[in-house]
């Protein structure tokens, strides 16, 4: 009798937090990425600034930040703080929720055109998504009283 040793590790199953891909799927490369919250605040940053034909040089002087930062900010190379993000949009003469307002609007829009791409509903054949709830059966609200996990599969 042959004694077969197992390597046991320690890690977890993972669980795709997306679907994955099928063959009618577009392939990844063919979608736009999703956008980042930095490019969305930096595009809004970099556009204000070109409408009130204002430099770079002069936005980063009224908002006491450096000009390369500021540069890195606008083309979505940085995460910049709420302080210096704050600094910039009164140097433009908005406020911090002006700007945003004006990212969560362009994030809403390209993110309602990636949906568009992508139309296949989950659950569909093919989808390989499915949502199952954990908690108590027969607990009231989505996953019972506190709340719960959902685990995507």
């Given at each position: 009798?042959?004694?077969?040793?197992?390597?046991?590790?320690?890690?977890?199953?993972?669980?795709?937090?997306?679907?994955?891909?099928?063959?009618?799927?577009?392939?990844?490369?063919?979608?736009?990425?999703?956008?980042?919250?930095?490019?969305?605040?930096?595009?809004?940053?970099?556009?204000?600034?070109?409408?009130?034909?204002?430099t770079l040089k002069d936005v980063a002087e009224a908002a006491r930040i450096s000009m390369p930062y500021?540069?890195?900010?606008?083309?979505?190379?940085?995460?910049?703080?709420?302080?210096?993000?704050?600094?910039?949009?009164?140097?433009?003469?908005?406020?911090?929720?002006?700007?945003?307002?004006?990212?969560?609007?362009?994030?809403?829009?390209?993110?309602?055109?990636?949906?568009?791409?992508?139309?296949?509903?989950?659950?569909?054949?093919?989808?390989?998504?499915?949502?199952?709830?954990?908690?108590?059966?027969?607990?009231?609200?989505?996953?019972?009283?506190?709340?719960?996990?959902?685990?995507?599969?």
């Amino acid at each position: 009798m042959t004694i077969r040793a197992t390597n046991a590790t320690n890690q977890a199953d993972v669980i795709p937090l997306r679907p994955l891909p099928t063959a009618a799927d577009p392939a990844p490369r063919d979608l736009p990425r999703e956008p980042l919250w930095r490019d969305l605040v930096g595009e809004v940053l970099r556009r204000e600034r070109q409408a009130q034909g204002r430099t770079l040089k002069d936005v980063a002087e009224a908002a006491r930040i450096s000009m390369p930062y500021l540069s890195e900010v606008e083309r979505g190379l940085k995460e910049a703080s709420s302080e210096v993000l704050a600094a910039a949009a009164q140097a433009l003469g908005l406020s911090l929720a002006d700007v945003l307002a004006l990212a969560g609007e362009r994030w809403v829009s390209l993110t309602a055109a990636r949906t568009r791409i992508r139309s296949r509903p989950l659950g569909t054949a093919g989808g390989h998504r499915s949502v199952r709830r954990t908690g108590p059966v027969g607990a009231t609200g989505p996953a019972g009283p506190m709340g719960g996990v959902l685990l995507a599969a």
